[in-house]
């Protein structure tokens, strides 16, 4: 390939890199005014318990963006608003299908300059840009499920120590209403702003526990989902509230303990999934580093980088089996 058509692709790459980063960066300039009309397009389109006046609703469906109701019309897209929610991000839906795009098509220039390298037909090569267009999109979408996974992980920990805060303002003789508020205030992210922004709900007018119900859409938590259960119950019904949120902290605390345990336990099998994952490229490499040339004629007969295709790919799948059998729920 010439030099200045190898200069140009990997400008056009950089530059669609730099934008992705920019897009993905700039979204902390929002204003509170921007990121408030998101949750009420979020809570419009997520209501079902009619606490939204229809009315209501359908004045704040039509503020929203045209693109952002074809993107919540496509069956694919309809919750990746609610999952960039959980993930913590406060980007819009639209700005990171931008973003996507952008990793895509990087993706893609960077197969393109890799498959140019090798003596093989234009839709092999154009077939390798493509697989490698596609492992940078499921690259992205993993590091938006990393975010979540971490996120719950975080809420998890810290939980417990809301339910407690919780359970003894209420013996101290406090409302329920003032103990979310305190938790609201004196717990760090992300428990501090969910329970904040129920007791923000609570007082505009909505009932505490559809206050509390709405954070379940924001936190894939079942252990949230336990708390407002009982919440529910407790205010239907009654009871004391404070000695049940003692033993489901108490609850949380011991699963946590089991699961650190079984994460000890299952750290062999862990680091041999990644060594199996990994060794194989790693292999690769260094051939090609001590003995220059060496995997040649594979790379230059078609059938060599099919057969080369087909190894990554079983070796990913692979790769999320042992992380399958290793992923023990609790």
């Known amino acids: 390939m010439p030099l200045p058509v190898v200069i140009t692709i990997c400008f056009v790459a950089v530059l669609l ?4 980063l920019y ?9 509170p005014k921007a990121e ?17 006046p229809d009315d209501v609703r359908a004045e704040i469906v039509k503020e929203t963006p045209k693109v952002e109701r074809f993107i919540g019309g496509v069956p694919l897209l309809s919750n990746l608003d609610r999952k960039l929610d959980q993930a913590g991000l406060k980007i819009t839906v639209s700005r990171f299908l931008l973003i996507a795009a952008a990793v895509a098509v990087a993706g893609f220039i960077l197969g393109l300059l890799i498959s140019f390298r090798w003596e093989a037909g234009i839709w092999l090569k154009l077939l390798i840009a493509v697989i490698v267009s596609a ?8 590091y938006l499920g990393f975010l979540k996974r971490k996120r719950v992980e975080r809420f998890t920990e810290l939980f417990p120590e809301a339910l407690s805060m919780i359970s003894r303002s209420l013996r101290a003789g406090h409302s329920f209403t003032s103990a979310i508020e305190l938790v609201g205030t004196e717990i760090s992210e992300p428990v501090g702003s969910l329970f904040k922004t129920a007791y923000d709900q609570q007082q505009l007018g909505l009932r505490i526990t559809e206050a509390l119900n709405n954070m379940n859409e924001r936190m894939d938590s079942i252990d949230l989902r336990f ?22 902290a108490a609850t949380i605390r011991e699963r946590i303990k089991i699961k650190r345990q079984v994460r000890v336990f299952t750290a062999q099998a862990r680091m041999s999934g990644y060594v199996l994952a ?13 003995h220059p ?22 070796q990913f799948i692979g790769f999320l089996i042992i992380r399958k059998i290793i992923n023990i729920r609790i």
């Open 17 to 20: 890199v730099v934008v992705a």
């Open 23 to 31: 897009l993905g960066t700039s979204a902390i300039k929002d204003s």
């Open 36 to 52: 408030l009309r998101r949750r009420l397009r979020r809570m419009a389109r997520a209501d079902r318990s009619g606490a939204i």
């Open 135 to 142: 492992i940078a999109v499921v690259c992205l979408y993993l």
């Open 227 to 248: 708390f407002t259960m009982a919440v529910g119950i407790n205010t239907e019904v009654g009871g004391n509230l404070a000695e049940i949120l003692d033993k489901l």
């Open 278 to 290: 990994v060794l194989p490229i790693a292999a690769f490499v260094l051939l090609n580093i001590v």
């Open 293 to 314: 040339g060496y995997e040649e004629p594979m790379l230059k007969e078609s059938f060599g980088v099919y057969i080369l295709v087909f190894a990554g790919i079983m």
